[in-house]
Structures are given as structure tokens and as C-alpha cells.
């Protein structure tokens, strides 16, 4: 029930776009729409931390670091979360993993790389 499928990393050159995914392969949907999804990154020698979320309803929250750049998103009908990421830089260089959060209980992803660079 908990398992997160990532894909969409890569290699891209700076001021460039990536769209990641994240399908809930198992999870029913009554699970999953009221589910909050999230991504979350975590650089070389640095902590894991939260970059986007939306809740079941749509309301979404970003970090300051990607705020007007990244666009979070979700399709319940695909049990999937979507992160776009536009005018990519180096700093944005990163293991990005999903979660899904139902009160409390939280599932991981296995985690995309993303690197930019030129």
C-alpha cells in the first residue's frame, strides 16, 4: 500500500526544466485522495529536506528556495503527484524523493536523481 514510484530525473543544463512523478502504484484511492504528498530533497552531506507539498484539497506549499519556480501538482485520478522545476540551477542539484503523509503514517519513494549542470 505504501509504494511510491518516482521517475523524471536526469541531467539538464542550468535555467532548465524537469518534471518529476510519483505514482502511488498500490494505494487505493480513498487512501490516496485524502493523502498529503510532498517532495522532499536531500543534497550531498546535507539533510533531507521539504521542497513542496499539496494536501488532498489542492492547497499547496513551497519552500522559499524554489517558490516561483517549481509548481506542485496532483491527479487523483492517476494516484500520481507531479513536480515541475523550471530555471533549474546547481543548488536545485539533489536526490528528490516523494512521501505520502495520511495522519501520520508516512511512505517513501526510493528517491530521482536530478543534476544540473552544464
Known amino acids: 500500500q505504501g509504494q511510491l514510484q518516482e521517475s523524471g530525473g536526469g541531467l539538464v543544463q542550468p535555467g532548465g526544466s524537469l518534471r518529476l512523478s510519483c505514482v502511488a502504484s498500490r494505494a487505493i484511492t480513498s487512501v490516496f485522495n485524502p493523502s498529503v504528498m510532498a517532495w522532499y530533497r536531500q543534497a550531498p552531506g546535507k539533510e533531507r529536506d521539504l521542497v513542496a507539498s499539496?494536501?488532498?484539497?489542492?492547497?499547496?506549499d513551497y519552500a522559499d528556495s524554489v517558490k516561483g519556480r517549481f509548481t506542485i501538482s496532483r491527479d487523483n485520478s492517476r494516484k500520481t503527484a507531479y513536480l515541475q522545476m523550471n530555471d533549474l540551477t546547481a543548488e536545485d542539484t539533489a536526490i528528490y524523493y516523494c512521501q505520502r503523509n495520511l495522519s501520520g503514517r508516512t511512505f517513501w519513494g526510493q528517491g530521482t536523481q536530478v543534476t544540473v549542470s552544464s
Open positions: 499539496i494536501t488532498g484539497g489542492g492547497r499547496t
